[in-house]
């Protein structure tokens, strides 16, 4: 395998490169972001306060609450949505809202993905391969 | 996926290009998590409130009703969750009346569809409750969990968009919940506490959810020694699937499917007395002030709606603190038949009906109001509005009206 590069489960969506924003939490649309100002508003949440604008958002599984499969389209139009979705595991209604939203989704890694990628990792996706690759890792010094 | 003869056609645009896109949707999810095929289902149950849909979902609903009702009209019946706003009482919570327009609106593409508004989330108490082994698309993870766990019907969590497209293709991906091998518990607990109210079997949920890894972890629940009712093992699903988006439950010797349960030596989680408290505690604050107590999520039965009547019934409500109260339209009208609704208002206590609190745009009616503490015997609105700005307390319902009547938190 070359090396950054990890596979996940066939995903939906286009490729898109961008920014990561990685947490080892969990995610629903409607239970943590603040949908008008683009942070996590949730203070439980590890990523609480910070914007998700545009990153590809690294978590670990989808939470409760069926909302955000008609969120994601919602806030895709707004402008104020993230790049595209990691997770360890989906559930239904994040599949869904990304069909339906077109944003693009991998889940089910050969291992934990909120271990492998570290905020501010520049990432590109590729969905219909479940690929996802690390172009430009964050410096950890 | 192998299509069916059915599917081919409305693959095809024989139907129309409404389902073919329906279709088309339903295909992409199903390969997402590896469906062969379809399965043909009996009813849909859609959430698709405003605050969930924004203009966007609205102007998408508003486009499919522009198409010739052949084409639009739904295949199956399908009946609405609980809207985002009650036009009789929208004042009362000062919730702004561009939310009003907007749920108007949504309202009059769902007609164009055929929909029937039913306007609850607590469908399998009111209407057409599911039968076992029906397949159905149910679109509110407290109905889902519900009609898999107490009813032994078979849905997975469909949101507004996957659920309209069912209730458009008459079928869904055949998947997860849909499988039984998918229903087989796997995470093994045991109740060294007995549950003695609503907020009580909603902690447990809460804490057996938290404790799922992910949607494909089905709990099985030992040490209940007795019979559940309908409305407890509601507030228990609907808490499970919020905290941790697990669409199924098995309780030992209540639900129907828990011969499904194959291990012989499981290692068991012992869930006791002191976890209960600790969930409890988790969500209490430094001080005794209150803003609001909220009975919602899932919204009330006939029955909640009468024991919360007896206990308000000649009190009155703190001027400080509101009291809301959401249920399906259907009941609120035994409840004014009964004498419940008269009993509840007369105490103060604002009645919304065919709402739920969280969804009608709770974070900006928390705002118009000045409400931060949010008071409730309900463990998944405890759980939701914590990402809306409130600080959430819960407790059993008599708690909650002792404390909206003396106007700050009673423990």
Redesign the interface.
Known sequence: MKENVYFGHIGIGEPVKGEALVADDNFSARYDLDRINGNFSRKSHKLFNQSYVNKILVLNVAKGGVATAWMFRSMKISKICPKALLLNFANPIIAQGAAHANLPLIDRFESDITKIIKSGDIIKLFPKEGKVEILNEKSTN | MKLSHKELEIQSGQFGEVRKLALE?QM??G???DAQSFVEISQVHI???T???????IE?LENLAQYPDPQKQVWVPTITDPRGSDFKSFKKIKQNKRFVDLEKRAIDAFKQLNVMMTDTCINYQVFMPPVKGEHLAF???GSSIYANSVLGART???????ALAASLTGRTPMY?LHIEQNRIPNKFFNFNVRPTNFSDWGALGGII?KQM????DIPIIYGIDYKPTSDELKHFGAAM?????TPMFHIAGVTPEDHLAQNKNPKMNNISLSDLNNFYKSYLPKDDNLDVVVFAAPQLSLNEMRILSELLDGKKIHPKVSLLVCTPSAVKVLCDKNGISKKIENSGGIILEGVCFY?MHA?EIGEANGWKRLMSNSAKII??L????YETILNSMEKCVISACQGKIVK
């Open positions: 949707h992409q999810v390969k997402f998590f959430m698709a409130d605050e969930a849909l924004g203009l966007a979902g998408y679109g509110d993870t997975n969590f469909e949101g507004g968009p996957s997860g959810g890894n992910s949607y494909w699937a919020s905290f941790g988006s969804n974070r759980n939701i914590g990402g809306y700005g």
